[in-house]
């Protein structure tokens, strides 16, 4: 049980701030999924629902627990693994066993949401990222900017709508033509063979 009250230490002096936050257990659990997104998107992080926001109540006052909203707590380990796209790989739920503000055994909830390789969003089709202390829903450029940042989108695999035959050089053509030993007559369809052209 000291080893339980070390880390509840831990837990009451870490600051709110980029890889870190905390909910009460009463919060709508779609709230809590954002912010799992959030971390999942940016640098990964630690949740922990039961306890109190720092500026809301004093620290010995922080201690919740899920206690005051179980069922809340239960919607939210079942939202985990049927809220996000494509599914988290890198997260882990645990329980603290404290003794709440009330002096009664309660738990808090920690998940531990590690940074991901892919962009994930949310089922309703929101994504998100975290800067400083808050989330931040993201549009469709920012989306691509993540992706290529975390590399699941590659420059050279996009399809350029801009640049037609003409625009290539001839001679380079027939230098990476002759290098493939094709026998393709149309240069047009010797691209498209080779998944370097659209219809």
């Not at 919060?27 to 912010?35: F, L, M, N, R």
């Not at 998107?41 to 179980?70: H, M, Q």
Request: glycine residues 6%; proline residues 3%.
């Amino acid at each position: 049980m000291s080893s339980n009250i070390a880390l509840a230490d831990i837990l009451l002096d870490t600051r709110e701030w980029q890889a870190f936050d905390c909910k009460r257990a009463h919060i709508k659990p779609a709230k809590i999924v954002e912010t799992i997104c959030a971390f999942a998107n940016s640098d990964g992080g630690r949740l922990v629902v039961g306890l109190e926001d720092p500026d809301k109540a004093s620290r010995n006052e922080r201690l919740i627990g899920i206690g005051e909203a179980e069922d809340n707590a239960s919607e939210i380990l079942n939202m985990l693994s049927k809220e996000f796209e494509p599914p988290l790989q890198t997260i882990k739920t645990s329980y603290l066993d404290i003794t709440n503000t009330s002096g009664v055994a309660d738990k808090l909830l920690i998940i531990t949401v590690g940074k991901s390789k892919d962009v994930h969003s949310l089922k309703k089709g929101d994504t998100f990222i975290r800067t400083g202390r808050q989330n931040h829903k993201i549009g469709a450029s920012e989306i691509t900017r993540l992706r290529y940042e975390k590399g699941t989108l590659k420059y050279e695999d996009e399809l350029n709508d801009e640049i037609t035959l003409d625009d290539l050089k001839p001679d380079l053509l027939g230098t990476y033509q002759k290098d493939t030993e094709s026998t393709q007559p149309d240069d047009y369809q010797f691209l498209k063979d080779n998944g370097l052209a659209s219809t």
